[in-house]
């Protein structure tokens, strides 16, 4: 009697354990469809963007950035500026990449270099990478139908050139900051091409606006829960 008492508490433990992962899923799967961009930088409790105060569907986002670092175990290309540009296709932080590109590029700090980024437009999506109390988000990049993965070629001189890939990229919405910045360290994996490493790592960071069209001009803006999410 008393195996058959212990068996059946540790149903009810399992069964109680196996419906909190399933509402802790299913609240996870809800809060991954509600990031917006946000025009307030809102308190660390409760992360949401107050009611009025996301962008409209359409929006465009340009992103600048500077000392970008491309790393391989055989040196570091460095470039001086970088750009951004997405827009959103609804209300939600998704949408395509339409483009990125990289300025100043050199290699070991003397010989130039580019830096491509290939197969755009990607596409994007933000999503909640812990709960809503860390304020961890991440803007994704993936390829979009028909026009393949997200390819970085790096050429250096006559020698250097390298196609480096990734079946989706990994940013980081650091809301700690203002203005909202994209923090990226993303590791490529070789594809093809010349005096190149197995891997390598594209690192920086970005400063992001959003485009008020009511207002004709980019703003300060802020990855967020939409408002009632739980």
Wanted: proline letters at 3%; aromatic letters at 8%; charged letters at 20%.
């Amino acid at each position: 009697m008393r195996l058959m008492k212990t068996l059946g508490l540790a149903a009810i433990v399992v069964t109680a354990f196996t419906a909190t992962v399933e509402i802790g899923s299913a609240m996870a799967a809800t809060q991954l469809e509600k990031v917006v961009w946000c025009k307030e930088r809102a308190p660390a409790v409760p992360q949401t963007c107050p009611n009025g105060a996301d962008f409209p569907a359409g929006t465009e986002i340009l992103a600048f950035g500077g000392n970008m670092e491309f790393l391989t175990n055989m040196g570091t290309i460095t470039c001086a500026s970088s750009e951004l540009h997405m827009t959103n296709t609804g209300l939600l932080v998704h949408g395509n990449v339409t483009a990125l590109a990289f300025g100043e590029c050199k290699a070991f700090e003397i010989e130039k270099c580019s830096v491509t980024a290939e197969h755009l437009e990607y596409l994007f999506k933000g999503e909640l990478l812990t709960d809503a109390a860390d304020s961890k988000y991440e803007i994704r990049f993936s390829e979009k139908p028909s026009n393949g993965i997200p390819q970085l070629t790096i050429e250096c001189g006559m020698l250097i050139d390298c196609t480096y890939v990734s079946k989706t990229v990994s940013i980081e919405a650091r809301l700690a900051f203002t203005p909202e910045r994209l923090s990226v360290s993303h590791t490529f994996v070789f594809s093809e091409g010349n005096f190149c490493t197995k891997t390598m790592t594209w690192d920086g960071m970005y400063n992001a606006e959003c485009l008020e069209e009511a207002k004709g001009k980019f703003q300060k803006c802020w990855v967020k829960m939409e408002v009632g999410s739980p």
